[in-house]
């Protein structure tokens, strides 16, 4: 039961990339071409699922939700709806509802990824600064092998402050990502805010000799100064 829901999401995820290649005229196209077909059956949950990609593609998130919701009074543990609606949710500020159906779908799935960190970006989002945290260390020991797991986490530690705990995740984001510009200014960033110039000059230097332009870290660099 469960591998035959991961294949739904899998199916939208597939969709919702192939239409990344369409334009927006070909998206209305498919679009006008699958409320046809969901008239013919209008109880294909395949359909449905199709046409919400469809609404995400262009943006029309309350089209989207609604779709999916129909899905879920067909199928009240149709992953895919579940995943995909939480995601909808949250890109219209309704963190309450987009909380809800990601804990349903881990409910479910408790070991994905992205529903993981995207109920950790959530409750982020609401405020629910001690519940983030503790999203993002499930997500960290969920995943240990995950570059984005520790720079996910990295990051939210940097915005609360807590510098030392940042500087430990942007390590090991670095160890598993050591070409990440964007990791390593990060870092530089935090130990310059520690006042520990030596340290953040001599990463830009690494970088540099690892052949990273100056122009790039010229920001840093200058803070350095």
Not at 56 to 65: H, K, P, R, V
Not at 146 to 173: G, I, N
Not at 207 to 217: D, E, N, T
């Amino acid at each position: 039961m469960i591998k035959r829901l991961v294949l739904l999401v899998l199916l939208v995820l597939a969709v919702s990339t192939t239409m990344q290649a369409q334009t927006a005229s070909e998206w209305r196209d498919s679009l006008a071409e699958l409320n046809r077909q969901i008239r013919q059956w209008p109880t294909s949950v395949d359909l449905r699922l199709k046409k919400a990609a469809v609404n995400i593609e262009l943006g029309q998130w309350e089209y989207a939700i609604d779709e999916y919701s129909k899905v879920l009074e067909m199928d009240s543990r149709n992953l895919a709806a579940l995943y995909f609606r939480a995601y909808a949710n949250s890109n219209l500020r309704h963190y309450d509802l987009s909380m809800r159906d990601y804990e349903a779908f881990l409910a479910v799935v408790p070991k994905h990824f992205e529903a993981q960190l995207g109920l950790a970006m959530v409750k982020r989002k609401m405020g629910r600064r001690n519940d983030a945290l503790d999203e993002l260390n499930r997500l960290v020991q969920l995943f240990p092998d995950s570059t984005m797991a520790y720079a996910s986490r990295a990051s939210y530690e940097a915005e609360l402050q807590q510098w030392e705990v940042a500087l430990y995740d942007w390590d090991e984001a670095m160890k598993r990502d050591p070409k990440n510009v964007d990791f390593l200014v990060s870092k530089v960033d935090i130990l310059l805010r520690l006042k520990r110039y030596d340290e953040a000059w001599a990463l830009l230097q690494d970088a540099m000799k690892r052949g990273v332009p100056r122009s790039a870290l010229k920001e840093w660099i200058d803070r350095c100064k």
